[in-house]
């Protein structure tokens, strides 16, 4: 049984996905965003293999490579620049498409928006969930602007501080600081940076990652005790600061770090819902189930991959409560293993521990990521 229509809260990367690969299969979809202007946080993103097979299914991948770089392989390199693997890529979406993309965030924001509007997903801004109430054959919703809405599934795209979360599962899940920081900087793309370069040592671990012919950024994590206040006029000295120690490349784009309007800092939070993301007729999905940290590129991954099973699982057959088992078997396990792993990395960055084998848990994500979902 198919269902009729679907309430998307959130309209982040894996609502929009949700609400494309729904409306792709004929379910009528409403979505509300919080954010009265739908401004995009970040600087770019990495969808490596698998994440690039998902967004070929979705019908998108020919509508921003002209706005993206592709690149078929990752480089870890030591903090001096120096070799030390290079891990092929896997051309998962078919041999006509490139192994992994770099794309900036506002790019891609602008493909997806337009795609869902453009197959008639209903876009509510500046509105969110207030409370619902849920029988065996629907859910009744009261939005923030006051209206109200009965729909046959809703699906909580809301992000790291989810309301539908909270909703749902009261204070049981709460984001946590993982003891680090991202920072982020754009750059005019350097030759030597036509795919991912991972720098990585006693240091720490910093990156490069080409979005355009012409545009790259750096990214590092940094252990930030405590989750201090960062001074917005000081973010520049302070991503230089973090930078001490690097050679080669980083080292000369460190000095070039002098805005402080473009460095995008972020403190890592992760959490995760370690039972059932849904209860009746209503899921979560993306980061308001699994966030985690950035170390392996697969945050919005995973929550794309979530927007592709669902629409898969909604549309095969059996009851409501049949096809969201479904989903679960198979998204629950996968998320966790990156979930876990990411934060894995983190604190063995923390630790500065010589024995962790980092290239050895990039291939083994690559080797787990390629996998069927």
Not at 76 to 101: F, H, K, M, S, W
Request: proline content about 4%; aromatic content about 8%.
């Amino acid at each position: 049984m198919t269902i009729a229509n679907v309430l998307i809260v959130g309209g982040g990367i894996g609502g929009l996905c949700a609400a494309i690969a729904l409306r792709r299969k004929g379910i009528e979809v409403d979505l509300v965003e919080l954010k009265t202007e739908w401004t995009v946080y970040g600087v770019g993103i990495i969808q490596q293999s698998n994440v690039v097979r998902e967004m070929a299914k979705l019908g998108l991948l020919d509508a921003y490579l002209d706005a993206a770089y592709a690149f078929e392989d990752v480089g870890i390199y030591n903090t001096d620049g120096v070799p030390l693997v290079r891990i092929p890529g896997q051309r998962l979406a078919g041999p006509e498409y490139p192994a992994n993309v770099g794309i900036s965030r506002r790019a891609l924001h602008k493909v997806l928006s337009e795609t869902a509007i453009a197959l008639g997903t209903r876009v509510r801004l500046g509105t969110s969930i207030e409370q619902f109430e849920q029988d065996a054959d629907g859910v009744e919703v009261l939005l923030s602007d006051g209206s109200r809405g009965r729909y046959a599934l809703v699906v909580g795209a809301d992000g790291l501080f989810s309301r539908v979360r909270s909703l749902l599962f009261g204070d049981t899940y709460q984001p946590q600081f993982t003891g680090q920081s991202v920072w982020r900087y754009n750059f005019p793309r350097v030759a030597e940076i036509d795919h991912l370069a991972n720098y990585q040592g006693p240091f720490g671990n910093a990156g490069l990652v080409p979005l355009a012919d012409d545009l790259m950024y750096l990214f590092t994590t940094s252990h930030e005790p405590g989750n201090p206040w960062m001074d917005e006029r000081t973010l520049a000295e302070e991503l230089r600061k973090r930078l001490t120690g690097f050679g080669g490349l980083i080292e000369q784009l460190r000095e070039q770090i002098t805005d402080n309007a473009q460095v995008v800092y972020k403190p890592l939070e992760a959490v995760f819902v370690d039972e059932p993301w849904y209860c009746g007729r209503v899921l979560l999905i993306g980061d308001a189930a699994h966030a985690t940290t950035p170390h392996l590129g697969q945050g919005a991954g995973m929550a794309i991959e979530d927007a592709v099973v669902l629409s898969e699982e909604l549309t095969t057959g059996g009851n409501l409560a049949d096809q969201l088992q479904r989903f679960m078997a198979r998204r629950f396990e996968r998320c966790k293993f990156i979930s876990e792993k990411s934060l894995l990395a983190g604190e063995k960055e923390m630790q500065k521990d010589p024995e962790f084998d980092r290239i050895a848990l990039v291939k083994q994500m690559l080797e787990v990521t390629a996998r069927p979902v």
